[in-house]
């Protein structure tokens, strides 16, 4: 597995154009958002559909690809907007420590091992601490609305 990024097929692409479709037409499965985020260096808005995880009464975004474009314009930006259908929603991004990551991870890949565990040498269903090995390359996200 590559250190900090694996690249999309072209197959990859398409499907997630078309899911963004359905994102925006709100008829996606319902822990798909479209994700807007402003680019670190051109400022422009750029949108992918990611998996939304709600665990531990938290929202969270796992970046399963390693340091995507979309993570580290999160990082930068320290904010990102939610779309479903017509509803959006404006938060705050709060990265987590590689120590406070692999509950977290874990959880991820528990509930989408379908579409990620591709990503991840560590199988769904692993203990907790087997996905520190993992921390350091996969970024994660807490969600935080604003006040």
Not at 82 to 90: I, K, T
Not at 98 to 115: G, M, V
């Amino acid at each position: 597995m590559p250190e900090t990024f694996q690249k999309e097929s072209a197959l990859a692409r398409f499907f997630n154009r078309l899911m963004g479709l359905a994102v925006k037409l709100g008829i996606a499965p319902g822990y798909m958002r479209l994700l807007e985020v402003r680019g670190r260096k051109s400022g422009t808005t750029f949108t992918t559909p990611v998996n939304l995880l709600e665990f531990q009464g938290r929202r969270w975004l796992v970046a399963a690809r390693g340091q995507t474009a979309w993570a580290r314009n999160a990082r930068a930006a320290g904010r990102v907007v939610l779309r479903r259908g017509a509803s959006f929603e404006s938060l705050t991004v709060r990265e987590l420590d590689d120590a406070d990551k692999p509950e977290i991870i874990k959880a991820f890949l528990d509930r989408f091992a379908s579409q990620v565990q591709r990503f991840f040498e560590v199988p769904a269903g692993s203990p907790a601490d087997a996905f520190r090995t993992v921390a350091s390359r996969t970024p994660v996200f807490e969600l935080v609305a604003d006040v």
